[in-house]
C-alpha cells in the first residue's frame, strides 16, 4: 500500500473579492468548493473529494482545506495504477525431457573425430537451446558409458564413450537416468565404471536408477528450483535377463511395487512434487498397454505428480490419470527415441526416428506443486553417416530436403516429413501443435 500524507491547499484572497461583490460568506464557500471540486476529480480520490466537501474552515483572508493526499498530486495514469491490483508472479519450473540415446555402432562411431579423439556434441547441437533453456533438464541415457577402454559396442550389448556425458553435460542436462534394460550390458565392471565417470567428472550431475552402494540406493533424488523441492525416481522393467550382481542387489532400480511405494512415500516427505521415470511398455507400439495402464494407475493412487516413460523407441499417448484420492497424474507414456540408428531394415522402422521433447511447467499454488501447463516438441533423428554428422532436429525445425537426405528412406522407403507428421497427429492428437 503506498504511503499517504497530510498536505494543505491554501486560497487567498478570494473572500476579500468576493465579499466587494455582496456575495455572503456561505455563498462563497459554495461557489469555491464547487470549483474546486470540478478542478480535482480528475486529480484527485473520491476519498479526497469527500474530505473537501466537508472542509467549513472559513477565514477573514483565506480558506484552508486539509486534505489527505499523495506526495504529489496524483495524474490520471498514477491513479489506474494505484486502482489496478498488483498480483505477484509466481515462480515457475520449466522441465524437459528427450528419450532414449541408442549408441547403435553408427552413432558410437560418428564421434571419432580425425585426431583420434571422441566429441558427441553434433547429437544435441539442433536442440540445444531448448534443453539449456529449461530449468530441469532429463535424458534417458539408454546405453551404460563405460568408456573406451572396454571397446565401443551397439546392439545388442552396449557400451558408449565417457565423452557421451561430455556432451551430455555441455548440452545442458541436469540429470541423467540409467535405470534401462542395457544397464548390466557390460556386467558390473561396466556399471562401475559409468557410475565412477559420473562421480568424478560430473560431481553436480544427478544420476538416478543405479548405484555403487546400498547408502546410494537408499537415497531419494531431490532437486530445489525456484523454492519447489523435485524428487526423481527411474526404475526398469528388467536387465535383459542378465542377473543383478550378487553381491551388489541393489545396483538397478527395479520395477518392484512394494519398493516404489516406500521411495514415493519417502520422496513425499522430502519434496513438493514426484516424478517418476519408468522403462516400461512394449517396444515399437504406438499405444500404451494393458500393462502401462496397471503401473500408472499403481502410480497416480501413490499420489506421484508426473510420469514420464521411456523404452518402447516409438512414441506414445500423453494422458491424465485419476488417482484414488482423486489426485489428477500426468502421464507421458512413452516420448520415443532421442538419438538412434537402428538396423531395422523393413516397414514400420522409420517410426524410430520420431521421438518427443516433453515440456512441463509446475508451480506453487496453495502451498502445493502444481502442473501448470504441459506439452510435447516432436524430435527427428537425422541418420546420416560420418564424423559428427548424425543429429536430431526438432521436427517443426525439419525441412522436406533434410527428410529425403535421411538415410532412414535406405531402410524404410515410407520415412519422409509428412510420415513423422502423421505419427505426432494420430499419437499426440490436440496436443501436437
Known sequence: MRKKLVSSIVIAGVLCCLSACGQSVETQIQVEESSMQEELTSQVSEETL?????????????????????????????????????????????IVMVGDILLHTRVNESG??????????????QVKEDIAGADLALVNQEVILGGTE???????????????????????????LHATNHALDKGKKGLLRCLEFWDTTYPEIGVVGIHDTQEDAQEIYV?????????????????NGIALPEDMPYAVDMWD????????????????????CPHWGTEYVFEET???KKQAQFLADLGVDLVIGTHPHVVEPVKWVTGENGNETLVYYSIGNFINATSGNHTGAAARMLGAMAQISISMENGEAVITDYGVEPLVTHLVEGRGQITTYRLADYTEELAAQNQMRLQDASFSLQYCIDICENVFGELYK
Request: charged fraction near 20%; hydrophobic fraction near 40%.
Open 50 to 94: 469527500q474530505v473537501i466537501e466537508s472542509a467549513n474552515v472559513v477565514e477573514s483572508e483565506s480558506i484552508t482545506i486539509d486534505i489527505l493526499m499523495d506526495e504529489t498530486v496524483p495524474t490520471t495514469e498514477s491513479m489506474t495504477e494505484l486502482q489496478t491490483e498488483v498480483i505477484p508472479e509466481l515462480p515457475q519450473v520449466d
Open 112 to 125: 571419432l573425430m580425425e585426431d583420434g579423439t571422441y566429441n558427441y556434441d553434433h547429437m544435441f547441437a
Open 150 to 176: 572396454l571397446k565401443l559396442s551397439g546392439y545388442p550389448n552396449f557400451n558408449g564413450a565417457f565423452e557421451v556425458g561430455d556432451s551430455l553435460v555441455d548440452a545442458g542436462f541436469d540429470v541423467i
Open 223 to 239: 532437486t530445489e528450483i525456484e523454492g519447489i523441492r523435485i524428487a526423481i525416481l527411474n526404475y526398469t522393467y528388467g536387465t
Open 257 to 276: 511395487k512394494q519398493a516404489i511405494a516406500e521411495d514415493v512415500a519417502a520422496a513425499q516427505e522430502i519434496s513438493d512434487f514426484v516424478i517418476v
Open 290 to 292: 494393458s500393462s502401462q
